[in-house]
């Protein structure tokens, strides 16, 4: 798949429901977080931007995966508020069956090891969304073969974890990320477990397929290579927002 990516890292900022030009999709503000004595986040306010590709850096123990967990309500924050544009009420004061809906719903995630079901094969595991959202069978393996197919795997569709190297296994994860038309996509470390050349290969096809939808990535990372794909770059230290790089425009 030829790159479409280019040097001067500009965004592609869409509308989106909700939203105007340069309306936020995501907010927060004033974000606390701890971990019995260790106080993970500190007073942190993020705005990230519909349709752009931040990427939220740091060392271990940051607090950048707690912070990306607050943003995708995974976890809900000791103090502060995050309000998401396609949702009436916060994120932070949604009850549980609300904010596990919404990740269904609005909300695509990567992990760093892809978490993909060993048992299952690649089209069955990029159709678990769809399933778990009342899709019919047979119309969620369409779209999950459609996916599959759009980031280069038409030969994996039977082939299970195991079956696949890396690069092909966080490619799975990205079709499982797309499959329910995510408006957000929260990737934590989705480079971290391959090689260079692969990393390349996953960050390129990703960036290639949200440019065209329109889609917003939140990008955990601790490698400057996969940041330099993002049009902004933030830099998270001590529970901390210590820097902003603005590349919008750029």
């Given at each position: ?14 509308d989106a429901p909700g939203t ?73 004061a949604m009850p549980e069956e ?88 929260f990737a934590d470390e989705p ?60």
């Amino acid at each position: 798949m030829t790159s479409t990516l280019t040097s001067t890292r500009q965004a592609v900022v869409l509308d989106a429901p909700g939203t105007g030009p340069g309306t936020p999709i995501l907010s927060a503000r004033g974000l606390r977080k701890s971990f019995g004595l260790t106080e993970a986040l500190r007073h942190v306010d993020l705005e990230v931007l519909p349709g752009e590709v931040l990427a939220i850096m740091g060392p271990s123990g940051s607090g950048k995966s707690t912070l990306l967990h607050c943003l995708a309500g995974v976890l809900v924050p000791d103090e502060g508020t995050i309000v998401y544009s396609g949702a009436e009420t916060p994120v932070s004061a949604m009850p549980e069956e609300e904010r596990s809906r919404l990740r269904l719903t609005d909300f695509g995630f990567v992990f760093q090891f892809g978490q993909l079901l060993p048992d299952l094969t690649a089209v069955d595991n990029v159709s678990i969304p769809l399933l778990l959202r009342g899709e019919k069978r047979g119309a969620a393996t369409k779209i999950a073969r459609y996916w599959l197919d759009r980031l280069g795997l038409e030969d994996a569709h039977d082939k299970r974890p195991a079956e696949l190297s890396g690069g092909q296994a966080q490619r799975v994860a990205i079709a499982r990320a797309l499959v329910n038309n995510a408006r957000i996509i929260f990737a934590d470390e989705p480079t971290g477990s391959l090689d260079s050349l692969s990393a390349e290969n996953v960050m390129t096809i990703l960036l290639e397929i949200v440019r065209e939808l329109g889609t917003t990535v939140v990008l955990i990372t601790h490698d400057a290579r996969t940041a330099a794909y993002a049009d902004r770059e933030v830099i998270v230290r001590d529970g901390r927002i210590a820097t902003t790089d603005w590349q919008v425009g750029a």
